[in-house]
Every structure is written in C-alpha cells, then in structure tokens.
C-alpha cells in the first residue's frame, strides 16, 4: 500500500491553456473523489466515482472540468481553458466502501497566470 | 444540508498546554465526524472519526474528540502540545454512508516554545 499518488504535484500553466492532472488511488479502495481547495478554505466537493461510475459531480464543476475513472483504477481530471480563478489545490482521496474514512493523496496545485 | 462551523480560525497555544479546537455541525440525520490535519503543501491526514459508536473517540498523536449531540458540538483536545503539532486542522461532517465530506474553513494552531 504506497497510499494515494497524484501527479504532478506542482503545475503552472498559462491562461487559456488545458491542464490534465492524474490520481492513483490506493489500489484495493473502489471509491475515489476529487476536492479543490483554495487558500485560507477548506477542501470543496467536486465529483466522486465508485468503481468506473461517476456518482455524483458539484455544481462547482463547470463544463471546463472532466473527470473520468476508465478501469476503476486511476482518475484524471481535466480543466479546459483554464482561467486564474482554477488556481488552486486540486486534492485527490480513495476509500473503500462502506468505510467512511477517506485517505487523501499530498495534492497537485495549479497556478494560472 | 450539512455544514460545519470551526471557532476560531487561528488558535496559539504554549507547548505542553492544553489544545483545544472547536467544531460545531448542522445535519438533518445522523452525521459521521471528521478530524484532518495538514501540514504545509501536504495532503490531509485523517486523526480520527466518530461514526455512531462510542461517543468519545481517541485518534494518532494524542488527539481525542467528542461527539456531543446536545450541542452540535464535535471539539477537538491534547492534553498537552507538542511543537510538531503545528499544522492546519479541519472537521468535516458526512451523511449517508460518507460519499461526500463538507469541510469547515479550518483552524491553523501554533505552539509557542
């Protein structure tokens, strides 16, 4: 068990430009999620999948943002034509069902100048 | 819906003192109850849980909280700090089997040597 893995961990992209981030969850967990958390706030709900199923997305995931989990495993998640206000920390978790206890992976944080 | 509400966005205390984080929650149900801690550019670290057993729950590092549902409440205690408990600290309350935490704004504590 490595825990959960994102990456990168750090990316700077320009205004405009697309950005694709990864997760690898623990591998025996079934659910994974993805938080946004900006500074000075707690993590925001964006979208979870159990398996391959995409559950539940936030209204905070506008049409720029897609996440997908094809073979259950590892998830990415993309942002479109990305704008300064995606700057932020994008915070991956897994757990396995129905232990309600999340193990979060360190982050990729994304600056958009 | 639900929601959390953590007093005090910056809390100092001396080392050895007593630690004292404050969480209060909103749920139309039953809730589980969460404490993380994060440390600087890191991901989250779950301390501990309540999810309707004992109302007194003990997590890593020294950390106890208890779920009070007279009050709403859900604090957070140590005994006694140490110097490397210096970090962010967030509750986060859940429904319906933990799909989907709500995380408070957080509260940053020092420890004063």
């Known amino acids: 068990d490595t825990g959960v893995s994102q990456d990168p961990r750090h990316k700077i992209t320009k205004r405009g430009q697309n950005v694709t981030f990864r997760c690898d969850p623990i591998?025996?967990?079934?659910?994974l999620y993805w938080y946004r958390q900006t500074l000075g706030q707690g993590p925001e709900f964006l979208t979870y999948f159990q398996n391959e199923a995409q559950l539940e997305k936030s209204r905070l995931l506008s049409d720029r943002f897609s996440a997908e989990r094809p073979k259950g495993s590892f998830s990415t998640l993309e942002i479109q034509r990305t704008e300064q206000g995606d700057s932020a920390m994008y915070l991956c978790a897994s757990s396995l069902a129905p232990d309600p206890g999340y193990t979060f992976g360190s982050g990729t944080r994304l600056t958009v100048v | 819906a639900q929601s959390v509400t953590q007093l005090g966005s910056h809390v100092s205390v001396s080392e050895g003192a007593l630690v004292l984080l404050r969480c209060n929650y909103s749920?139309?149900?039953?809730?589980?109850l969460f404490w993380y801690v994060q440390y600087p550019n890191q991901g989250l670290q779950l301390l501990l849980k309540?999810?309707?057993?004992?109302?007194l729950v003990k997590g890593i590092n020294g950390f106890e909280a208890e779920f009070k549902k007279s009050e709403t409440s859900f604090h957070l205690t140590k005994p006694s700090a140490h110097m490397r408990d210096a970090a962010e600290y967030f509750c986060?309350?859940?429904?319906?089997?933990?799909?989907?935490?709500?995380f408070g704004a957080g509260t940053i504590l020092r420890v004063k040597s």
């Open positions: 749920s139309s149900v039953p809730p589980y």
């Open positions: 591998s025996e967990h079934n659910r």
């Open positions: 986060a309350v859940s429904v319906y089997g933990g799909n989907k935490l709500v």
């Open positions: 309540y999810t309707s057993a004992a109302t």
